[in-house]
C-alpha cells in the first residue's frame, strides 16, 4: 500500500531546514570577532573561513539540481542533515583555523542540499496559484531566519554566552526538520517537461545568460558580502551590527513578501536597476555614518538588495527559459561562488585598513571605525558597476514583456 504524502509536514520541515541555513548564515557572522579572538585569526583568514559556506552552497545545490530527479529529495535531505551535523559538532569542537574551514564547507554543503531539494520538492506537492504561494512563504524564512538568528546571536554575546554555546543553536532547527522528515512519504519527482542537459547548457551559452551570469556575481556579494562582514566593521559606528542585520533582512522579509506586485509594476529590469542604486546609496552611507543613523543606513540597503536574488533567478528563467532548472541552479551557484572568491579579499581589506589607520597613529574604537569605512566604501565599487551593466540590460530588453506578478523567490 502506498504511504500518504503528508504535505503539511514536509513543508514545515522544509521550512525549518531553511532556517537551519539562516542561523548557520546569521550566528557566523555574530561570532566571527570572537572566532578571531579565540584563534588569533587575521580577518583575511576569516575571510577564508567565510567563504567556505559560501563554497560548498553551489557545489552541492548544482550536483542536487543535476541528480534530483534520479535520486529524489528524500536522498538529498538525509545528505543534508548528515553534513549540517557534522559541519555543526565539528565547527564546536574545533582546534584552529583548518578545523574550521573544513567545518563551515560542511555546512555550506548542508545549506545547498537544502535548496536543491526543498524548492522542486514543494513544487511537485502543490500546483498553479498554491505552488507559487508556498515556495514564497517558503523561501520567507531565510531572511525570516537570519533575523532570528542575528538576535539570538547578540542577546546571547551580550549575556556573555561563549560562541560555541551560540553553535549549538544551530541543532536545535537540524534536529527538528530531521524529525519532522523522518519516516515520510516523499514526492515523486516530476519529470514530465524536463529537457536534457544538452540543450540546457546551449541555452546557457548564449549572450544574455553570461550577462546575467556576470550580474549575478556582482548582486551576490553586494547582498552577502555587506551582511556577513556588519559585525565586524560596525559595531565601533556606535550601532550594533547584529541589530544591523536583523534589520536588514526582516525589511527584506517583509519585501519579499510584496515582490509580486512590484517587480509586476516595474519590471525585471526597472527593480534591479533601482536596487542597484539603492545599495550603492545604502552602503555608502554606512561608510559615513555613526550611530543610530546606520540603521538608516540598513533600511535604505536592504531595499537595493532585497529583490535582487529572487528577480535575478525570475530573469533566467523567463528569459533564457530553454536553460531549464540547471540554469536556475547555476545562475544561483555562481552567487553563492562569486561570494566565496571575495570574502577572504573583503578580509584583506579590512587588515590592510587597520594597518594603515594604525600606523597614521589612530588607536582603540577610532581605529576600527576607521577601518570599516574604508573598507565598506569599497565594497561600494559592486554596486556601483552594476547600475551600468542594468542600465545596459534595460536598453536591451527594453522591448521585452515585464516578468508575472509572481517570481521565483529566494
Known amino acids: 500500500m502506498t504511504q500518504a504524502i503528508n504535505r503539511n509536514a514536509l513543508f514545515n520541515a522544509s521550512c525549518l531546514a ?3 541555513t539562516a542561523f548557520t548564515f546569521a550566528i557566523r557572522a555574530g561570532i566571527l570577532p570572537q572566532l578571531g579572538e579565540e584563534f588569533g585569526l587575521s580577518a583575511e583568514q576569516l575571510g577564508f ?3 567556505m559556506w559560501f563554497l560548498g552552497f553551489p557545489i552541492s545545490m548544482i550536483l542536487g539540481g543535476l541528480f534530483y530527479h534520479s535520486v529524489g529529495p528524500k536522498i538529498i535531505m538525509n545528505i543534508a542533515f548528515l553534513t549540517h551535523t557534522i559541519g555543526i559538532l565539528m565547527t564546536i569542537f574545533a582546534d584552529g583555523y583548518t578545523t574550521l574551514l573544513i567545518s563551515t564547507l560542511f555546512i555550506g554543503f548542508g545549506n545547498g ?4 531539494a526543498c524548492n522542486p ?4 506537492m502543490y500546483t498553479g496559484v498554491t505552488m507559487n504561494k508556498m515556495l514564497n512563504r517558503f523561501h520567507m524564512w531565510f531572511p525570516g531566519g537570519i533575523v532570528l538568528g542575528s538576535l539570538i546571536s547578540k542577546f546571547m554575546t551580550d549575556a556573555g554566552f561563549g560562541w560555541e554555546a551560540q553553535i549549538w ?3 536545535v532547527p537540524t534536529v527538528a526538520y530531521a524529525v519532522l522528515f523522518f519516516g515520510k512519504a516523499f514526492p515523486k519527482p516530476t519529470v514530465e517537461g524536463v529537457t536534457s542537459v544538452t540543450s540546457n547548457l546551449k541555452a546557457m551559452i548564449s549572450p544574455l545568460y553570461i550577462f546575467l551570469f556576470i550580474c549575478m556575481a556582482l548582486t551576490a556579494i553586494t547582498e552577502f558580502g555587506t551582511q556577513q562582514w556588519a559585525n565586524v566593521v560596525l559595531d565601533s559606528s556606535g550601532a550594533s551590527g547584529m ?3 536583523a534589520l536588514t533582512t526582516g525589511v527584506m522579509a517583509v519585501g519579499r513578501f510584496f515582490a509580486g506586485p512590484v517587480v509586476g509594476k516595474l519590471g525585471q529590469t526597472g527593480v534591479l536597476l533601482g536596487g542597484a542604486i539603492f545599495a550603492t546609496i545604502g552602503i ?3 561608510s559615513i555614518v555613526t550611530g543610530p543613523m546606520a540603521y538608516f543606513a540598513a533600511f535604505i540597503f536592504a531595499i537595493g538588495v532585497c529583490y535582487f536574488w529572487p528577480v535575478m533567478v525570475g530573469a533566467v528563467a523567463q528569459r533564457v527559459p530553454l536553460s531549464g532548472a540547471l540554469g536556475m541552479s547555476i545562475i544561483g551557484g555562481v552567487g553563492m561562488f562569486s561570494t566565496a572568491i571575495w570574502q577572504p579579499v573583503i578580509g584583506s581589506w579590512i587588515d590592510s585598513a587597520r594597518a594603515s589607520n594604525l600606523a597614521a597613529g589612530l588607536s582603540g574604537a577610532e581605529l576600527e571605525l576607521a577601518t570599516g569605512q574604508e573598507t565598506l566604501l569599497k565594497l561600494t565599487i559592486f554596486p556601483s558597476i552594476l547600475i551600468v551593466l542594468f542600465i545596459v ?5 527594453k522591448n521585452s514583456k515585464n516578468v508575472p506578478s509572481v517570481t521565483a523567490a529566494h
Open 113 to 116: 542540499c537544502t535548496e536543491a
Open 393 to 397: 540590460l534595460f536598453i536591451w530588453q
Open 121 to 124: 520538492m514543494i513544487a511537485d
Open 49 to 51: 573561513i567565510n567563504s
Open 169 to 171: 543553536v544551530m541543532m
Open 18 to 20: 531553511l532556517i537551519t
Open 243 to 245: 541589530l544591523i542585520l
Open 284 to 286: 555608502y552611507l554606512f
